[in-house]
Every structure is written in C-alpha cells, then in structure tokens.
C-alpha cells in the first residue's frame, strides 16, 4: 500500500509560481511512474503531466507545456510539479497519483493523494 500526500499548494495572482510536492511513502518509489491531475470546480478530473520511474520520461498535457516541470527525486521519494506563468483557469485541486511500473495519462492509477488546492487570481 502506498501513501501520498501532497503539499505546496495555495493562492498566487496570475503570472505567479507555484511548486507542489508528493511525498510517497510504504513502496519502492522508483518502481512507480508518478503523476499529477487536478480537478476544477464542477469539471472531471484531468491529467497535468506524468513522469516515469525507469527513464524519467515525462509527458504533459498541452495545456500546461513549457510552464509546468514534473520532477522526482527517487531518494526523497517525492515527485515535484513546479507551475510557472500560472493562469486563472489553473485553479483547481491538484492530486498526485502513483502507478506501479507503467507510466499512464489517464484515470487508472493505483494509489491517489488526497489533493491540495491551487488558486489563482487575475
């Protein structure tokens, strides 16, 4: 059983960093692809961006490329989201999600993070 449990979120105006970290604990960390979703107020869950545990492949959503940078530090067992340039329509709650060995740009995931909220004002 694997445990994540996010942190780093909050408010910042439009143009303003954020970096949200995952901390994950009870599994061989560096067997798990890593990824980051967030959910808008009324809006489904979506994918933000995925990093892999062999290669450190990443993958983001287009919406997000060339301003957020997905990162992992395997000895910290922690994965790391840093948003840049961020925009209103970025508000939402960030969730984390491990999957064991296949990295995934969908819902099917593991294990989830309880989430932590970003806002960002205009």
């Known amino acids: 059983q694997v445990q994540l449990v996010e942190s780093g979120g909050g408010s910042v105006q439009a143009g303003g960093s954020l970096r949200l970290s995952c901390a994950a604990s009870?599994?061989?960390?560096?067997?798990?692809?890593m990824g980051w979703f967030r959910q808008a107020p009324r809006k489904e869950r979506v994918f933000v961006a995925a990093i892999s545990g062999s290669d450190e492949s990443t993958y983001y959503a287009d919406s997000v490329k060339g301003r957020f940078t997905i990162s992992r530090d395997n000895a910290k067992s922690t994965v790391y989201l840093q948003m840049n340039s961020l925009k209103s329509e970025d508000t939402a709650v960030y969730y984390c999600?491990?999957?064991?060995?296949?990295?995934?740009?969908?819902?099917?995931?593991?294990?989830w993070g309880q989430g932590t909220q970003v806002t960002v004002s205009s």
């Open positions: 009870g599994g061989t960390f560096r067997r798990y692809a």
């Open positions: 999600a491990a999957n064991l060995d296949v990295l995934r740009v969908d819902l099917g995931y593991d294990y």
